[in-house]
Nanobody, 114 residues
């Protein structure tokens, strides 16, 4: 079993920054790949970015140039969000696959006011 715990969400004004963290624990040695998703009210969950160790990180067009995903230690990946816009308001989730199973963080709310 693997557990993912997210932190760092909150309320920020447009143009501001937030940093989300996703920390893994349990039966995992290191995070080699992680996806970040978000889900806004009334909308489907969408992929924000995909981190893969040793490969370039892929980002959705809507966040490219503003968001950065990086691994800060073996079991923690962060999503740095800059130049935030009201349309970035959503619940953000981290997700990893380990030995054929998919694990999700609990979700953290990000609200960007105009």
């Amino acid at each position: 079993q693997v557990q993912l715990v997210e932190s760092g969400g909150g309320l920020v004004q447009a143009g501001g920054s937030l940093r989300l963290s996703c920390a893994a624990s349990g039966n995992i040695f290191s995070i080699n790949a992680m996806d970040w998703y978000r889900q806004a009210p009334g909308k489907e969950r969408e992929l924000v970015g995909r981190y893969t160790s040793g490969s370039p990180t892929n980002y959705a067009d809507s966040v490219k140039g503003r968001f950065i995903i990086s691994r800060v230690n073996l079991k923690t990946v962060v999503l740095q969000m800059n130049s935030l816009k009201p349309e970035d308001t959503a619940v953000y989730y981290c997700n990893i696959g380990v030995r054929g199973s998919s694990y999700w963080g609990q979700g953290t709310q990000v609200t960007v006011s105009s």
